[in-house]
């Protein structure tokens, strides 16, 4: 049988897979993310000898995807110190001798939901993560995005909400940023409580979704994506979805209209359908790739 490996490489913890061709997970391990000289040995040891045809990696970034740069494939300025300059794509393929793609965390996403997922049969999308952080993946011709080093949606500068108490919010290289303004932990900073137990009617929902419309609004604008995939901690409330749709229709203000964004957004701002499986099937996907080559 043909086999793949996948590597979700998160910040936290580090997800192992082996998958045949079909994409069916066989066998699935993760490890807490401690320092490179601990994790990367332990991760070798792991797809050793498990005669898989490629590997794929979605890796937390920066990183240098830049395929005629001599760093190629490493991780770049990551706030995580012990993981700064060592070259993950090249240990891999010195240790395992089969190729090795890479490419960053919500690329890979963006990819498994744009082959599989939410926005399967379609050549373009925008997926973001609202979690600790805020990413996303841009897929235009069926093809991550990645530009001159990659798009960083979470650091667009977003108008501050009027009733914002913090309008410059908390991004250290940016004044209100997206991701200075709306992440998860800025619920925290702001309101001494957290995303997940601030009530419903909370000026901070209606702050947040305005923000995130906000965003929805500049892609659209920027380069039409054919839908827009919202997932990441902060989107688990249930009401934040709608309330998003309402506010980008209203800063849309009639002047994008398609079959495809009726009744009000329903089926073009959406929620991701691989759920926690996105990182890893989109690794799959980059590995299937690398080893058709
Ligand atoms: P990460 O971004 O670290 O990969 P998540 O996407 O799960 O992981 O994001 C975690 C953040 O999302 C938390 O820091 C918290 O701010 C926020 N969060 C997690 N669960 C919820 C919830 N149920 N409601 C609102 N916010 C949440
Ligand atoms: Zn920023």
């Given at each position: 049988m043909v086999t793949f490996g996948a590597l979700e490489a998160g910040g936290t913890k580090m997800v192992m897979g082996i998958l045949d061709e079909n994409g069916s997970i066989l066998e699935r391990v993760s490890i807490p993310t401690q320092e490179p000289d601990i994790t990367v040995p332990a991760m070798i040891a792991f797809f050793?000898?498990?005669?898989?045809q490629a590997l794929g990696i979605g890796c937390f970034g920066p990183l240098d995807l830049n395929p005629v740069s001599p760093q190629f494939g490493s991780i770049t300025a990551t706030p995580k110190i012990a993981w700064r300059h060592i070259p993950i794509r090249t240990l891999f393929m010195d240790a395992l001798h089969i190729p090795v793609a890479i490419d960053t965390d919500v690329n890979a996403a963006a990819l498994a939901e744009s082959r599989l997922g939410?926005?399967?049969?379609?050549?373009s999308c925008l997926y973001v993560t609202i979690g600790t952080g805020i990413g996303g993946g841009v897929i235009i011709g069926g093809k991550p995005v990645h530009g001159l080093v990659h798009p960083e949606v979470g650091h667009q500068l977003v108008t501050p909400h009027?009733?914002?108490?913090?309008?410059?919010?908390?991004?250290p290289y940016h004044k209100h940023c997206l991701e200075g303004l709306a992440a998860g932990p800025t619920f925290e900073k702001r309101y001494a409580m957290s995303a997940k137990d601030l009530p419903h009617t909370h000026i901070a929902w209606d702050i947040e979704a305005d923000y995130i419309a906000q965003m929805c609004h500049n892609a659209i604008m920027s380069f039409s994506p054919e839908k827009i995939i919202l997932g990441g901690g902060v989107m688990q409330q249930q009401f934040l979805l709608p309330l998003v749709r309402e506010k980008t229709l209203m800063l849309l203000g009639q002047y994008i209209q398609h079959p495809h964004m009726e009744n009000g957004l329903k089926d073009y701002i959406v929620s991701p359908d691989l759920g926690i499986h996105s990182g890893l099937m989109g690794s799959f996907l980059l590995a299937k790739e690398a080893g058709n080559l």
């Amino acid at each position: 049988m043909v086999t793949f490996g996948a590597l979700e490489a998160g910040g936290t913890k580090m997800v192992m897979g082996i998958l045949d061709e079909n994409g069916s997970i066989l066998e699935r391990v993760s490890i807490p993310t401690q320092e490179p000289d601990i994790t990367v040995p332990a991760m070798i040891a792991f797809f050793s000898g498990k005669t898989i045809q490629a590997l794929g990696i979605g890796c937390f970034g920066p990183l240098d995807l830049n395929p005629v740069s001599p760093q190629f494939g490493s991780i770049t300025a990551t706030p995580k110190i012990a993981w700064r300059h060592i070259p993950i794509r090249t240990l891999f393929m010195d240790a395992l001798h089969i190729p090795v793609a890479i490419d960053t965390d919500v690329n890979a996403a963006a990819l498994a939901e744009s082959r599989l997922g939410a926005a399967k049969g379609l050549n373009s999308c925008l997926y973001v993560t609202i979690g600790t952080g805020i990413g996303g993946g841009v897929i235009i011709g069926g093809k991550p995005v990645h530009g001159l080093v990659h798009p960083e949606v979470g650091h667009q500068l977003v108008t501050p909400h009027p009733q914002d108490p913090c309008p410059e919010g908390f991004c250290p290289y940016h004044k209100h940023c997206l991701e200075g303004l709306a992440a998860g932990p800025t619920f925290e900073k702001r309101y001494a409580m957290s995303a997940k137990d601030l009530p419903h009617t909370h000026i901070a929902w209606d702050i947040e979704a305005d923000y995130i419309a906000q965003m929805c609004h500049n892609a659209i604008m920027s380069f039409s994506p054919e839908k827009i995939i919202l997932g990441g901690g902060v989107m688990q409330q249930q009401f934040l979805l709608p309330l998003v749709r309402e506010k980008t229709l209203m800063l849309l203000g009639q002047y994008i209209q398609h079959p495809h964004m009726e009744n009000g957004l329903k089926d073009y701002i959406v929620s991701p359908d691989l759920g926690i499986h996105s990182g890893l099937m989109g690794s799959f996907l980059l590995a299937k790739e690398a080893g058709n080559l």
